[in-house]
């Protein structure tokens, strides 16, 4: 996940070298760079996406700067899905949204710019003309698919 050694930041958790050079949302967290908040509580901050793939896009952010997914606190990926839920609730209610994505990229390849954990929230209209290009692949046969399964399996952690 591009972690080369592990730093303490200025919360309470460790996030690599990378994370602390490069993360933004610490200085929205710190009213150190401006941005227009959805929703705020003691640990978690929801705020609009600067670069929307939809008008009204949103991000969900713990106030800890957990780098991805894996790092990150079964309870706090619990509250940021909370949080997500009713963001994605308030989009239906309020902007008329027909659907909503909810995204999470884990590290450079999957396409994380920010290594700072957060879910987008989507609004999604029938017109909004967004389409996500989705390539799906196949497999050459069932055993293929069986194989991955078990490796995946046997990687699989409590
Ligand atoms: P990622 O690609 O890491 O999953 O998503 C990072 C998101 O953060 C992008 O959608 C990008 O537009 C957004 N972003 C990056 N810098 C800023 C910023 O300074 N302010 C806000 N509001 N969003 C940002």
Known sequence: MGCFFYVFC???SPVSFYALQMNIFEKI???????????????TLAFIDIGPIIK??????????????????DEVLAKLMSISK???AAQIKTLGADGVNIIQNN?????Q?????????IPRFSDDGHHWNWDAKSYSSSEE????????????SE
Do not use: N, S
Request: hydrophobic content about 40%; aromatic content about 6%.
């Open 10 to 12: 200025g919360y309470h």
């Open 29 to 43: 967290i710190r009213r150190e760079i401006p941005a227009a908040i959805v929703y705020e509580d003691d640990d």
């Open 56 to 73: 009204g896009h949103t991000l969900v952010i713990p106030k800890t700067c957990y780098e991805t997914v894996i790092e990150t606190p």
């Open 86 to 88: 009713r963001i994605a």
């Open 107 to 111: 590290g450079r390849a999957a396409g």
């Open 113 to 121: 710019e920010v290594p700072h954990i957060h879910i987008h929230v």
């Open 145 to 156: 698919m069986a194989q991955l399964a078990e490796k995946i399996g046997e990687g699989f």
